[in-house]
């Protein structure tokens, strides 16, 4: 089977026909375009042969002639956008062959022994999938549609890959070169660069390129005065929609077939790591990676990440003991001539598509190295939470602590505290400790800048604070569903103020972000056990030598002689949930943990 030879599989239509059938669409769209215009010319011929003379043929002809026009008017400019309306294309990272000139030998070298065309370029997303993607659309070409290393606003030249008939373009996973040996990844990709062989045929393309061009017109009749566009793009996709998926799944199944020659059996075992890959990287992302994006830093380095939190993955689970010793085989990010420089550009994508941050780096948006991490955004994260917990408390009027012995009971409830924002405590010790809701931050304050104790015994913000407010024998829970609805809308309030609402949600296509988002909602209870358990650490770390730490699939963790302390959260839950602090108390007590000493807040 050639590369731009016929597509047979066993047992279903082929690849080739369901390509025909998508393009007989495109031809009955056209006859129902045509149509009225072919009327036109025969009523028109036949008045002026005669054979049409007399009422009401002249107003009969004038008539269709006009709608004709109009028909053909309005189908001209709907296949023109269909045309020249641009394809979505994923946002990558491109790689040329002078960055990576032994993975270009291996995507050829697998071509050749497949019979195939070589892919025209390759590019990294910094996702665990990898696929073929066509760029030769004229849109491409005019806008420079490739994205520069260096950021994902940024355009170049358009390279061979948007040239007329050039191949697809190969997009790899980047945690695949990180984590995958180079046989795994040779074995992985086959079926991918096998793939180019069903897209070099001619009906193929046409029928893809017809599918894309309506999928684009449809988000052009999302701009302004062009919705009329929208309805016979949907049309059209509804009429293809089975052909074009079973095209698909012929050309899929044609390159499976093709690659089963090469490494099959090391493409089994292959598989396997590119589940534990998914996996390692989803934790990676939504555990590590997602607090320091919320905090307006970014890892520079998520790939070698990955292989960190998969070592640690394979140390803690029996069923990937054996994955360990391949760890000593030479890894597919040798391939590349500058793998650092790769992986900070993967990273700052991954930011911008999951996160929506900017494309640039900047003095809001700067890197962050892993030895750096705790201490950069751990340790700053649990105090930014702690200082929106105490604004939240000055905005309920919450005294700033209480003497030591007095009754948790008398903690204010939901119908004793004000629901409208409130100036802080009198107390000159809760003055400082946080800013005021509303506001775009904490306010800072350091511990050595303490003033003297106030009158109720205690000075800045405490952790014994909040243990009095939450502390609720009673199990109603009132107090706590009264400070966590302030957090919750605290919060709201930053990430609308911080977020890339303003601009992005205006865009269209790739350039809408973040694409993938990775924050699922959180309920005003969770968001109230995390600030809390924020000033727990932080009163640990201020008080009893504690340090911030980082888990490689559990992200910020506390360290206490250098060990993870993983029983905290129980006891937090009980608190906020039942409004028990002694399982709390004693956890702080058995720690050497002063609840009453104040916080530093950053």
Same mark, same amino acid.
């Given at each position: ?15 080739? &026909? ?101 892919? &025209? ?20 070409? *005019?806008? +420079? ?6 950021? @994902?606003? *940024? ?30 990844? $040779? ?21 893809? /390129? ?13 701009? *302004? ?8 793009? $949907?049309?059209?996709?509804?009429? =293809? ?58 890892? @520079?380095?998520?790939?070698? +990440? ?19 010793? $391949?760890?000593?085989? *030479?890894?597919? =990010? ?32 700067? %890197? ?23 604004? !939240? ?48 931050? %904490? ?53 609308? !103020? ?9 865009? $269209? ?13 959180? &309920? ?12 727990? =650490? ?16 559990? /992200? ?47």
């Amino acid at each position: 089977m050639s590369g731009t030879g016929s597509i047979l599989e066993a047992g279903v239509p082929s690849a080739r &026909s369901r390509a025909l059938a998508v393009l007989r669409v495109r031809s009955r769209a056209l006859a129902v375009g045509l149509l009225p215009a072919a009327l036109a010319v025969v009523l028109v011929a036949a008045r002026a042969t005669g054979r049409l003379a007399g009422d009401p043929w002249p107003t009969v002809t004038l008539v269709v002639c006009a709608v004709a026009a109009l028909v053909l008017l309005v189908g001209g400019a709907f296949a023109a956008v269909v045309l020249r309306a641009s394809p979505a294309v994923t946002p990558t990272v491109p790689l040329s062959e002078a960055a990576a000139p032994d993975l270009y030998r291996l995507v050829r070298d697998l071509a050749d022994r497949m019979d195939v065309p070589p892919p &025209s370029a390759i590019a990294l997303t910094p996702d665990c999938d990898s696929w073929l993607e066509d760029r030769t659309h004229a849109a491409h070409r *005019r806008g +420079g549609a490739r994205m520069a290393a260096g950021g @994902a606003g *940024r355009t170049s030249e358009p390279g061979p890959e948007s040239a007329p008939g050039a191949a697809p373009v190969l997009v790899i996973g980047s945690p695949f070169l990180w984590w995958m040996r180079v046989a795994e990844l $040779r074995a992985v990709l086959a079926p991918v660069v096998a793939g180019t062989g069903p897209s070099a045929h001619p009906d193929i393309a046409d029928a893809r /390129g017809f599918v894309r061009g309506l999928d684009a017109a449809v988000d052009v009749g999302s701009r *302004r005065g062009l919705g009329w566009i929208a309805p016979p793009a $949907r049309l059209l996709l509804r009429l =293809c929609r089975t052909d074009a998926a079973e095209m698909e799944r012929g050309v899929a199944a044609a390159a499976s077939e093709r690659a089963q020659g090469v490494d099959y059996g090391l493409r089994i075992v292959a598989q396997e790591q590119v589940g534990l890959a998914y996996a390692g990287w989803d934790r990676l992302l939504t555990r590590v990676a997602l607090p320091a994006w919320r905090m307006g830093r970014w890892p @520079a380095h998520l790939d070698a +990440g990955v292989v960190s939190a998969l070592t640690e993955l394979s140390r803690r689970d029996r069923l990937a003991e054996g994955f360990t010793p $391949r760890l000593g085989e *030479r890894p597919a =990010c040798d391939l590349l001539e500058q793998p650092g420089l790769i992986d900070e550009a993967t990273s700052l994508l991954a930011a911008r598509l999951f996160h929506g941050g900017p494309a640039e780096a900047g003095p809001d948006w700067s %890197p962050v190295d892993w030895t750096a991490y705790p201490e950069e955004v751990v340790d700053r994260k649990w105090r930014t939470e702690a200082a929106r917990l105490h604004a !939240a408390l000055d905005a309920l009027a919450v005294p700033a602590g209480r003497p030591p012995g007095t009754s948790g009971s008398t903690a204010p409830t939901a119908s004793t505290a004000p629901t409208a924002p409130a100036a802080p405590a009198a107390s000159s010790g809760s003055a400082g400790s946080a800013a005021l809701p509303g506001s775009s931050g %904490p306010t800072t304050l350091a511990a050595a800048d303490s003033p003297p104790p106030t009158a109720d015994g205690f000075a800045g913000p405490t952790l014994e604070r909040v243990l009095g407010y939450l502390t609720d024998l009673g199990g109603e829970g009132a107090a706590g569903e009264a400070l966590a609805g302030r957090i919750s809308g605290e919060l709201a309030r930053e990430e609308r !103020a911080a977020g890339p609402a303003g601009g992005a949600a205006k865009a $269209r296509g790739a350039d809408a972000v973040p694409l993938f988002p990775l924050q699922p909602p959180r &309920s005003g209870r969770d968001l109230l056990a995390d600030h809390v358990t924020a000033m727990v =650490c932080c009163a640990a770390v201020d008080s009893a030598g504690a340090a911030p730490g980082l888990d490689w699939l559990d /992200g910020p963790v506390l360290l206490v002689g250098g060990d993870r302390r993983s029983d905290l959260a129980p006891r937090v839950l009980c608190l906020v949930e039942e409004g028990n602090p002694e399982p709390l108390r004693d956890w702080l007590s058995a720690l050497g943990v002063r609840p009453e000493k104040p916080v530093r807040l950053v």
